[in-house]
Structure formats: structure tokens, C-alpha cells
């Protein structure tokens, strides 16, 4: 078993872009609209922690190859009334893409967004009807200047 | 800012199960099936990735607590032609629940299948027009032997 | 060589409360109180970092003991036109004490607010003539109920 | 996959000792025997190394529980004129043994030491023909008071 | 005390092969072979838990650098009735060699092995008395090119 | 939110400086200078750890960039009967500059110390009267050859 063997690629600069959302209630989402979440601010959270799982994806994949990441950069941005977006761009140079990198850190910001929201969104039983996390997906990559995007389907959301 | 306080909260029997989905072109799905991506075995990896996740849960998402987790069980099912279905169960006898853990779990398991298959999955650009993640939920919660189960919605997939 | 043994000990309740301070530019502490920090909150960033090292610290301190944190809590307070000063207090149910765990949470914070402002602080030559983090130390501890304070010395801040 | 599921076992006292030796040339001896190596003193840090290695058990070793080491004791001694040997001694109270988090001590101890000592191994094509870990085994182990211990075998050195 | 500086060091490509052996019941071999092992593949667990610990390596081992691996491969081969071998080859570009990288790398998939077929191992009393690693050591250095490899001795087998 | 963008900035040597104290009891301070400290030797441990903590700076602080360090050298001294100093240098090759790095060992250093004295600095009601950790700060910084030091101020230390 191994990794992608690199060695011999030329260390070029590379970006990926990747998203993802969360679903949660209504009554949720006008919290933090308002900054009212007990536990603090769900989305600047979720935003650090997206940032540090980025640089920490070669040791939660196993065939990530550790990348000396330049930027990271983590946007959130409330969709409508029961959807919260995470965007997150990852850019390096080096041998390989950055893309495992920003889908770690939009899944963890997205992650964090539930943990820092569970009161709210917990019904009598414990059980959360109204959360889920869906679409993560890659809509961007540069690779040493040629960018390109992901043409969406209709059907993802 | 303050983790929540269950310093006097009892230890408890609590166990959480959460699922999602990867979705996949038809033809990595059948060299899944055949046992022939390149990298090695995703399905495998990814339940051994999404295990390690689990236990490194209150290192990634900031409030959450460290758990001494007494189970982590991480299945795999190809659940269609395009379509990987992850579920994970995490145990513990603590003063909080493990849904966090579970959801780790998942996110990390889902995020190892799209690594190993990466190959198969980029166009010519280098994008993943037919890879994304979805619905990933919390489908279970047990908390002193009292079991509970969420009721999942259509619209969900 | 060997950690403290503490196989024998009663699991009891325990708290610790530590601070710190980092003297830091006027303009700087004027900026972070009008919210005009380029790089984010330095304040909120600092208190997860702390919380995230709090739960981390039998990995940085080599003979701490794993203790399964039940709180963290972290503060800052702009003491005056200089100084930003971190508390926090650490909860478990263990064998063993969380001083260090509140420790290592308030420098990481300090360290942290440091990297956020950094920018500010730099002179024309990259050094940084006004910036520093003192009296770092431990000022209340509870064991199983009984609290008790430290004294503060006149010398000290 | 799963993690042996131990949450219905009893939390009782578990203890194991592991040892293992590493072959180096005489002269290394020698000079670790006058504190001589230029990088610092190899065994003292074998043995930080180690207990640091042993609290992040579960971590490394994927499906090992997460354990409230109780303590972790590493001792070193140099045996003859090209061996050193590590032992160390991992106690916890728990529902499943520690003879892993005692095994991978030792490990990283001998690991460690080479490491310290590496510019001494060397031949002049950058080999090591003489550095060698051997006989990493598990020698004790004490469950609720019960004591058991290997008979080792003449063959294994 | 100081890691060796290699600052002023040319980065060039390096690549170091370790190697070693883990010794287990002939019952236990066999049921390896057939796949019969409870906990899973401990063969395919032992590469994944190598190749994250080969770049986990600087946080392991106190003067280790932190290198930008470009490759790590291992292999697992039944040497006979009782015997499996770990092989691990690292390949980095950087100013200091990777042997400590492929050292961990064997030590943590052997250990895995370990941890995989505890149950088939131990003896009534908890011990493991035909269960031991042995023979770790560097085997194949290559730098820029030139490639040197060890004489093993016939004594270490 | 992001990272500082350093992606068009070239890599060149880096190098930065920090220092900082604790303050112990004289009783401490003679056992430390006798090598009587029951733990084992509080300022080797200090530099090991420290070493450690500064390769693990990205992790610690969310927006820091990942850095391949080339060099950490941490230097203890007891600056007279009540004060230990801890000083570290740390190197890179790198597109941003590694005083965090610096700094990060130079806490993580003195916080180990404390650790490793705790018994002897506690009083009766497990507070710490006399011991405080100051004066953390970068001394010194050379960007490509172009050195600069801090004036330190007189009412610092």
C-alpha cells in the first residue's frame, strides 16, 4: 500500500475551493442571525476550526500527503432561513492538489456549526429531525494560473 | 466562552448513530465492487480513517468534550449504482452524549472514500462534476438504555 | 523517570483558575476594541484556542495525566490602554489537579491574541519593542468543595 | 469494523510492563555511558518520548479505547557493551488492558534513542549495519491485583 | 539543546527502507492467511496506522524534523509459519534523511499487528508469551540517487 | 476569515528569538541547581518539550501557517535564586516569519517547568504563592541575513 507517489512532480501553486451546508431550524438560523446561540458564534467557530483541520488533513486521511498550505481561508454565509453555507479556499505549492484540504475544513466548520447549535436544534427525545449536512463538494480548482469550475447540477440543491 | 458544564451531570450509558452518503460515478462505484482502485481498499480505509476521527473528536470541533469512547463501529454499503452509504455508532459511559463523535466519524469515513477514488472521480479539468457528499444526519440516539430513533425525512434522499 | 502515580488517588471533584497578561501597543488595544482587527476577533480567536490547548495538554506538558475535562471556560478583559488579560478556569472529576490544564489554556490564548495582532505590534524592522505576555499564574483552586484564593503580590502587576 | 465494544466491562486496575532493546555499536554505548552525544542525553529523552508516545496510544494504534493512564514509569539500562534496554509500565483503571499503550513506550523510546545516536551509527554510505530494535514483548501484566509473568524464552535474547 | 540544523543544507531527494518482524502463534498466522481475524485485516490496519505514523514522525521523536514526505509505501509479507515482515520505503525532498520516518512507520504497523490479534495471542493468564517484535532496522538508503544498501547479519534473523 | 495570504511571498531564511522567565521559590531553585527535583530534571524536560511544542505551533494556533522548520534550540539558564530563563531560537526557510514558533516553545518550556516542580512550589492549600511566568517576548529576529534585536525596556524584567 501506498501514497500517490509524488516525488518527481513539479512543486506548482494550487488553489481548491469546496462548499457545503447545513440545514437547521428556522428558529436556529434567526439565533444566529441575532448572535444569540448560548455557546458562542457559531459561525466564527466554525471558521477557526475548519482553518485547523485544514492543516491537520494528512493525519485524518491516511494518503494525504502533508502540504505546506500558503492560505486557508473560510467564508460562511447564511443561505436562507434554514441554511448556512460554508465556503472554504485552500492554496499551496506543491506537488499535489489542495482539494482533500478544503473539503476538511468545510466539513469540520460545518461540523462545528451543529455542535456549536445542538441545543436548538435537539428535539424532547434527543433526536435532530431538522439537521443535516449535504452537498460538500469541490467547486473550484487553480492549478499554476488555469482555473476551472464546477459546472453545479440542478439537482444537488 | 465556555464549554457546556457537565461537571455534575451523571455518568451515563449514551450511544449515537449517524449516516451519509458519497456520491460517485457509476463506474468508481463498480471498481469499488471489483475490489480494483489503485490505492487500495476505500471502504476499508475509510472505516479505519473515520474510527481514528472519532476518538480525536474534541481536538477538531473546539467545544466539545474529551469522552472516553468505549465503541466506535463504522459500516460501509453500497447503497445504488452511485451511491456509498457510511454509518457509524460510537459508545460511552459519560456525562454527555457521543452525536458529535458519530457525525466526526462519518464526515471523516465519507471525506477517505472521495480521497481514495480521487482518480477516478476528476475530469480533465481536474474538477469532480459527479462528487459530492450529502445527508449526513444523526439517525439514532441511546441514552440509558432508552432508545430513540429520528424519523427521516423524504427530501432527504 | 515516571509520571506522578496517581492509581490510588479518589476521582474528586477539582477546579483551577489561571491568568495572564500581554501588554500590547495603545493603537493596538484601541483596534481590537473597535472590532478593526484585519486577521478576525482576537479576543474570541484566543478563547478557542485556549479551550482546544486546555483539552490538549498531556500532549504538550510530558508528565500531565489525561483528565476528562468537564469545563473550560475562558475570558479576556482590556485592563487598560495596554494589557488584555486571559482567565480560565478548568473542571474535572479526577485524580489528579487541572492547574496545569488552566495553564496551558491561558498562554495559548495570550500566544494566540499575539499572533492576531502581530501586524500592529511589528516595528519598521520586524521586532516587537512594546509586545509581551507576564504574570502568567494560578490564582484560585478547588478540591471536593473546599475553595481557596492566592494572594496576589503588590510586585506582580 | 469495530473497536472491541468494552462498555459493559467492569472499570478495574490494569497494569502491564513491556521491555525491548535496541543493539548499538560499542562506541555509542561508550559515549552515552560519559554522556558524550553531542544531540543531548539520549536516554532521558527516550523516556519523555515515551510517556508522551504511551498517553497517544489511541491515536497511533487505530483500534485502541481511549485510557485514563493512571501512570506510565520508563526505565532504561545499558545491558552489555551494544545494548540498551527499555522498560516501561503503564497503569490505568479501566475496562481493558493497557499492555499496547506499554508496548508502544517502548517503542518509541528505542526509537528515540536511535534517533539520538544516529551520527554515531552511521557508516560512511549513510547505513546502519549495526543498529538494530530487538525483543519488543510484553513481560507483566496485573489485573485487579492478579499478577501474571512471561516466561521468556532462552531463544529471544 | 538543539535539533541539528540544517538550514543551510541543499534539499535532495532522499529515500530510506526499514524493515522488521513481528512474531506470532503459527494458529494465529493462519488464521491471517484465511482472513479470519475477528477485528478486521491487521495486515491492511498495519500499513494505514504506518503510513499516518511515518508523517506523524517530528511529533514523535523530540529532534525529528518535520518533513514534507513525498511517498510512503509499506508492504507486509508471512515470512513463514510464524513470522510477519513490515516493510516501509519513505521518500521526501529535504535537507535531512528519512530513515527515522520509515522506522516509525515499521514500528506502529507492527505494533498494529499486535493490537489486531491480541485475543489470539494471549494465554489463560492475560500473558502473550510467543509474541514479540524483533529485527528493526534501516535496510536501503538512497540520497540524490546514489543508493547504498545494508549486509544484514546472519545473527540478527 | 483567512490565514495571511502568503502565497506570492518568497521563501528565504527566517530566524526569531524568544525569551521568558518563571519565578519559583528559592528551595525550588536550589533543588534544580542539586538535581534533586523528584520528577527528574525540570529543564531538560523544559527543552524537549518546548522542541516538540514549537514543530506543533500550526495546531496550536488557529492562524498560523504550517512551517518546515530547519532548526529549535532551547537554552535554559537560572538567571539568580528565584528565576529560570528559557530561551529559544527557531529556523526556517520559509514565506512568513517563525516568532510564533519561538514563542510557542518558549511557553510550552516554562510551563513544563512548572509542571515538573509543582510539589515543591504548592503551599498547604495547593496554591502557588510565589510562582508567576513573565516577561515572554521575541528578542531577536534575522529575515535573510538582515538581523535586528529588541531593546528591551528596563521596567520589563
Excluded at 494518503?63 to 441554511?83: A, M, W, Y
Excluded at 492538489?97 to 456549536?116: F, H, Q
Excluded at 469541490?138 to 459546472?151: I, P, Q
Aim: proline share 4%; glycine share 6%; net charge positive.
Amino acid at each position: 500500500m501506498s501514497m500517490v507517489d509524488v516525488t518527481s512532480k513539479p512543486e506548482i501553486f494550487r488553489e481548491a475551493t469546496a462548499t457545503g451546508t447545513i440545514k437547521l431550524k428556522a428558529e436556529t438560523v434567526r439565533l444566529i442571525k441575532k448572535g444569540k446561540i448560548a455557546k458562542g458564534d457559531p459561525l466564527y467557530t466554525a471558521k477557526i476550526a475548519g482553518i485547523l483541520a485544514a492543516k491537520n488533513t494528512s493525519a485524518l486521511i491516511p494518503l494525504c500527503h502533508p502540504l505546506p498550505l500558503t492560505n486557508v481561508e473560510i467564508e460562511t454565509k447564511i443561505l436562507d432561513g434554514t441554511t448556512v453555507q460554508v465556503t472554504s479556499t485552500v492554496k499551496t505549492k506543491a506537488q499535489t492538489g489542495v482539494e482533500m484540504e478544503a473539503l476538511v475544513a468545510v466539513a469540520t466548520s460545518l461540523l462545528t456549526i451543529w455542535d456549536m447549535v445542538k441545543q436548538y436544534e435537539k428535539d424532547a427525545r434527543g433526536q435532530y429531525p431538522h439537521t443535516f449536512i449535504e452537498n460538500i463538494c469541490v467547486v473550484k480548482k487553480v492549478k499554476e494560473g488555469v482555473s476551472s469550475e464546477r459546472k453545479r447540477k440542478k439537482t444537488q440543491g
